[in-house]
């Protein structure tokens, strides 16, 4: 049985316009951010996309960008998908990250744990047992919508998915990703941009 969810990352946020890290800290939606949000709900609207069931991060960017692409406030607050904690690196410029970006998908492995935050295998386990406890739960017929993180569905993506998309570039914000689950196992199906209003990744289409 194949059920087909969607995870979206929120729009940009005033430390995103500052080129600052964030990741268990929080910045607020810029108006641009807001505008993304708002595309993201055309696109939802244009292809007759209805969720019954809505989650979000617990953090503010995130829980402003389900009421923004959805229109409702019903939606379920989780911590299992909130963004990778940097600890002590938060709300520093980004030029401070350290170049550990590997191919295999591992980022930053466990560097931040030593600084207060968490390891690579934390953030993707912890959204992995999340999403799949969701879906779990949920008819066949049922469809969901998760908002997320760009560091968590990296991770996520790059190391829990089948096949993973070899992306040339970072995760756009409100980046909509399509993903089938079948059997406990997650693959992309597409990854839609709505801002460009156009597939940044579409399976068979490699």
Known sequence: M????????????????QGRIQGACDSPLTEEGIAQARLAKV???????QFDRVYSSTQ???????????????????????E???????????????KLFREDGSGY??????????????VYSRMRDTIRDILEETAEDETVLLISHGGAIGQF????????????????????????????????????????????YERGNE
């Open 2 to 17: 194949t059920k087909t969810f969607y995870l979206m990352r929120h729009g940009r946020t005033r430390f995103n316009e």
């Open 43 to 49: 696109y939802f609207d244009q292809e007759g996309i």
């Open 157 to 200: 993506f790059r190391n829990v998915t089948k096949n993973p998309p070899q992306l040339n570039r970072r995760i756009s914000n409100c980046a909509i990703f399509k993903i089938n689950y079948n059997r406990a196992e997650f693959e992309v199906e597409s990854i839609y941009d709505p801002i460009d209003k156009s597939f940044i």
């Open 60 to 82: 503010e960017r995130a829980c402003d960008t389900a009421e923004l692409a959805t229109g409702r406030t019903d939606y379920i607050r989780l911590k299992g998908i909130k």
């Open 109 to 122: 492995q466990d560097y931040f744990v030593a600084y207060g935050g968490e390891s690579n295998v934390q």
């Open 84 to 98: 990778w904690d940097f600890g002590s690196f938060e709300a520093h410029q980004e030029y401070l990250n350290p």
